[in-house]
């Protein structure tokens, strides 16, 4: 869905994104960077528990998606959830280390 990606990040256009998300999930619900780009959106919008959502099923889906593993570790830090925020943290160092 780079569609919905592009009206997100170039042109604020987050709630479209959103509806165009929404749409794809029907068809494609087992897509896990399909989440992973509604959870960016859904943070852009300040629907932190929605993003978190979509974070956790993209990890559902792809437990290797190294960036969902970061983004979800940032909101994480934000909550205040410092277990949880270490988990994540050193899932994506695991990731991306070479």
Known sequence: MDLGALLCELEARCN?????????????????????????????LAREEDADRSYQRCLEIDPTHADAHHNLAILLEKRGDPQSLLRHLNAYRRLTTC
């Open 16 to 44: 479209d994104a959103l509806a165009l998300f929404d749409e794809a999930l029907i068809h494609f619900a087992d897509d896990g960077v399909l989440h992973f780009n509604n959870a960016i959106a859904l943070e852009d």
